[in-house]
Antibody, heavy 115, light 109 residues
Framework: EVQLVESGGGLGEPGGSLRLSCAAS????????MNWVRQAPGKGLEWVSS????????FYADSVKGRFTISRDNAKNSLFLQMNSLRAEDTAVYYC????????WGQGTLVTVSS | QSVLTQPPSVSAAPGQKVTISCSGS????????VSWFQQLPGTAPKLLIF???KRPAGIPGRFSGSKSGTSATLGITGLQTGDEADYYC???????????FGTGTMLSV
């Protein structure tokens, strides 16, 4: 059974940092690109970042570029999102997802940025 | 960065058919595959359609996708109350070098 389990969400302060993790199982993690997608309360889906299977190509949404860093550890079947310089508008449920045309999604972890 | 436009809402009676449009440009839909996602209330998105018109295993044939030029369409026949959800299209954008989701459509049955 495919599983993607996010962790690391919670309350972060404006200007602060959080690190999200995603543990993958049930599929060949190292063969797939991976994504972070977020959804602010009551809003639509927003793609955040993607990383190719080898980690060689990385892309970011303009809204997070320069503040967030995506990475992966294929040996540990894990995906990460380092979130720095947090802003109130980063408040959202963050989903870990495989290549979006493959369709593996986690259940999401809530990040709330507030003082 | 929602550059894919969808109608905010659509509605139809149980058993009827509905279509949801997704309008983009040559940098996204026009030159890349489109996916469609269903998000039931309080749950993670679920892939309904990939590569414009293909259904993943387990997705009923009531769901169909098509693409023409810079627009795509999701069709749902035999509507059920369980289909009430938000639906999003998505595609890679070659110019922006980002993945773009549609604005989302709420389906009422």
């Amino acid at each position: 059974e495919v599983q993607l389990v996010e962790s690391g969400g919670g309350l972060g302060e404006p200007g602060g940092s959080l690190r999200l993790s995603c543990a993958a199982s049930g599929f060949m993690f190292s063969s797939y690109a991976m994504n972070w997608v977020r959804q602010a309360p009551g809003k639509g889906l927003e793609w955040v970042s993607s990383i190719r299977s080898s980690g060689s190509h990385i892309f970011y949404a303009d809204s997070v570029k320069g503040r967030f860093t995506i990475s992966r550890d294929n040996a540990k079947n894990s995906l990460f999102l380092q979130m720095n310089s947090l802003r109130a508008e980063d408040t959202a449920v963050y989903y870990c997802a495989s290549e979006l045309a493959i369709g593996y999604w986690g259940q999401g972890t809530l990040v709330t940025v507030s003082s | 960065q929602s550059v894919l436009t969808q109608p905010p809402s659509v509605s139809a009676a149980p058993g009827q058919k509905v279509t949801i449009s997704c309008s983009g440009s040559s940098s996204n839909i026009g030159n890349n595959y489109v996916s469609w996602f269903q998000q039931l209330p309080g749950t993670a998105p679920k892939l309904l359609i990939f590569e414009n018109d293909k259904r993943p295993a387990g997705i009923p044939g009531r769901f169909s996708g098509s693409k023409s030029g810079t627009s795509a369409t999701l069709g749902i026949t035999g509507l059920q109350t369980g289909d009430e959800a938000d639906y999003y299209c998505g595609a890679w954008d070659n110019s922006l070098r980002v993945y773009v989701f549609g604005t989302g459509t709420m389906l009422s049955v």
